[in-house]
């Protein structure tokens, strides 16, 4: 059974940081790419981050050079490190796997940007 657990979100001011975890179970994590997407209230859900099996990662524009997605295969846990905080950052962000065709998220872990 494939289970993905955040944690890390919270309340923070703008310009400041947060780093995001998700622990992974029930997949041989090292062999897949592991994502994370958000989702703001009344808005449809996006891609943030992606980080593949072999550590390429890539990007939404709107965090590029803030944000930073980065995995640690001994722990079976990605992370994303948030930088320089805006407001429109605010979403609930959620961990994201395909294995064997099927997708799996995580229960998601809420981030609020404000002062």
């Known amino acids: 059974q494939v289970q993905l657990v955040e944690s890390g979100g919270g309340l923070v001011q703008p310009g400041g940081s947060l780093r995001l975890s998700c622990a992974a179970s029930g997949i041989m994590f090292r062999i897949y790419a592991m994502d994370w997407y958000r989702q703001a209230p009344g808005k449809e859900r996006e891609l943030v981050a992606t980080i593949t099996s072999g550590g390429s990662t890539n990007y939404a524009h709107s965090v590029k050079g803030r944000f930073t997605i980065s995995r640690d295969n001994d722990k079976n846990t990605v992370y994303l490190q948030m930088n320089s905080l805006k407001p429109e950052d605010t979403a609930v962000y959620y961990c994201?796997?395909?294995?064997?065709?099927?997708?799996?998220w995580g229960q998601g872990t809420q981030v609020t940007v404000s002062s």
């Open positions: 994201h796997v395909t294995s064997s065709r099927n997708n799996y």
